[in-house]
């Protein structure tokens, strides 16, 4: 089974983002709280690094992916000869 392709409008997708860092920003904290590193400003940076520069990294990826697949090939031929004023 194939997956079903999904487009998303960019309000939505800007809602869906702010969701996501509002879920996972308390998990990295409460993660932070409980491990030998606490929570300092350092370790909170470095894991949200950790976080954001692979999630980045996979969105490049899987983007160019895309636009390799939904690229146009052939010639474009222009029609406006046909009009007259």
Known sequence: ???AEVRLKFIEKA???VGIILAVTPLIGLTLNYS????R??????????LIAPSAAVAIIRKR???KKTCLT???RSTLGQ???
Do not use: Y
């Not at 030998?36 to 929570?39: A, L, N, Q, S």
């Not at 400003?41 to 950790?50: D, H, N, T």
């Open 36 to 39: 030998p590193f606490g929570i």
């Open 74 to 76: 052939g010639r474009a």
């Open 41 to 50: 400003f350092s370790s909170v940076l470095a894991s949200l690094w950790l």
């Open 15 to 17: 809602a869906l983002s």
């Open 83 to 85: 009009f007259s004023m």
């Open 1 to 3: 089974m194939g997956v």
């Open 65 to 67: 992916q895309t636009e």
